[in-house]
């Protein structure tokens, strides 16, 4: 947003599946925890469609995220609701 209140950009383009919470990183990226999707969905810095997480190994898939954070270590925090858990991510 503009300091006047109007919108500056969107970003995602469609792609999003009932966002629930989003953060970004000391480099930009954008991390999307999608509610509807099941997935984190990261955007590069200009908000572009950069990749998708929907689990990992050892974690199984992901149900409904309702948060998202970055920790100062720089793993990817997501909070899954359905399943009710936290997981830290390694990311990049």
């Known amino acids: 947003l503009r300091p006047d209140g109007s919108v500056k950009r ?3 383009g469609g792609i999003l ?3 629930a919470d989003v953060a970004v990183d000391s480099e930009g990226f954008i991390y999307v925890a999608e509610r509807g999707g ?3 969905v990261v955007l590069d810095p200009e908000g572009k469609f950069f ?3 929907s689990g990992g190994d050892g974690v199984g898939p992901f149900g409904a ?3 998202v954070a970055i920790g100062p270590d720089g793993r990817v ?3 899954d609701s ?3 858990r936290i997981i830290g991510l390694e990311w990049r």
Do not use: F, K, M, S
């Open 82 to 84: 359905t399943n009710h």
């Open 65 to 67: 995220l309702l948060g």
């Open 10 to 12: 969107t970003l995602g």
């Open 17 to 19: 599946n009932d966002p």
């Open 77 to 79: 925090y997501v909070t």
């Open 51 to 53: 990749a998708e997480v």
């Open 38 to 40: 099941a997935r984190l």
